[in-house]
């Protein structure tokens, strides 16, 4: 199941985007191909992507097209991890469209409440986190300006002709083992949050040990979180734990931190 990622802000051409890689994939390569649209998703009374994401959709030819806003690198790492644990390939395809050019485009959509308003659309786009190829839940990166064709046979080589990277622990699907999981990874990595909001009223900086976590180390290059971001992190690990459940419960801690690490870059 290769997975495709969209990105840009409201209203930079991703569905439109997305279609040109479909019909592509399907007309030249007669590829099985889904687009799971942010827009669908709400008019479907809110279906969870990842459910979608990882059950129907997944097979070793088709195509998967995450046509949304995915604005938070968190969540795209999710997704990276996600195709990881599937042994699959991935790219990310980002519109990079100016803002005022994307109000404007959103300002003659045809479909009212396809709409964003002023406030909802300048909401989406200060908190988006532009992909950077650097990272490599990102990556490989291709940036489509509005007048750019997408490159779509550089999409298929890189799709279908590279190995998919090998799961590693982080995203390595096991099965339930522990009757008290949910609990445990709860309690776990509630208690690595009190420790990092504890750590950052002393004033501590740079490394922030976990106390009672063997090896758990917190990089926070000088960045401090706030109690709400923790919690919006926490619960994206949470999600995905509970998901890919790891058989090894002493790891959660590691595994937690690792990925606030990641979060942080």
């Given amino acids: ?23 592509f994939f399907e007309d030249k390569h007669e590829r099985t191909v889904h687009i799971v649209s942010e827009n669908d998703i709400i008019a479907s009374c809110g279906t969870e992507k990842n459910v979608i994401f990882l059950g129907k959709l997944i097979s070793r030819d088709d195509v998967v097209i995450i046509d949304a806003g995915n604005y938070i690198k968190g969540y795209r790492y999710e997704l990276y ?16 469209v100016a803002v005022n050019t994307a109000w404007e485009w959103n300002s003659v959509r045809e479909k009212e409440d396809e709409c964003y308003t002023r406030e909802t659309f300048d909401a989406l786009a200060m908190r988006f986190e532009p992909p950077d190829s650097r990272n490599r839940w990102d990556s490989p990166l291709f940036t489509v300006l509005p007048g750019d064709r997408v490159p779509v046979d550089q999409l298929h080589s890189v799709l279908f002709e590279r190995k998919a990277p090998p799961p590693n622990q982080s995203t390595q699907c096991a099965p339930l083992l522990s009757t008290n999981f949910l609990y445990e990874i709860d309690r776990i990595t509630q208690d690595v949050v009190t420790a990092i909001l504890s750590a ?43 998901l890919h459940p790891n058989n090894d419960i002493s790891k959660i801690g590691s595994l937690f931190v690792q990925f606030l690490n990641t979060s942080l870059r």
């Fill in 200 to 242: 950052q009223k002393l004033g501590l900086e740079g490394e922030v040990k976990i106390p009672g976590y063997k090896d758990c180390v917190l990089l926070t290059n000088g960045v401090s979180m706030t109690a709400a971001q923790l919690t919006r992190l926490r619960r994206q690990f949470l999600s995905y734990t509970k």
């Fill in 1 to 23: 199941m290769p997975l495709i990622i969209v990105t840009g802000i409201p209203s930079s051409g991703k569905s439109t985007r997305a279609l040109q890689v479909k019909s």
């Fill in 81 to 96: 991890c996600m195709s990881k644990a599937s042994k699959t390939t991935q790219c990310t395809v980002h519109c990079e």
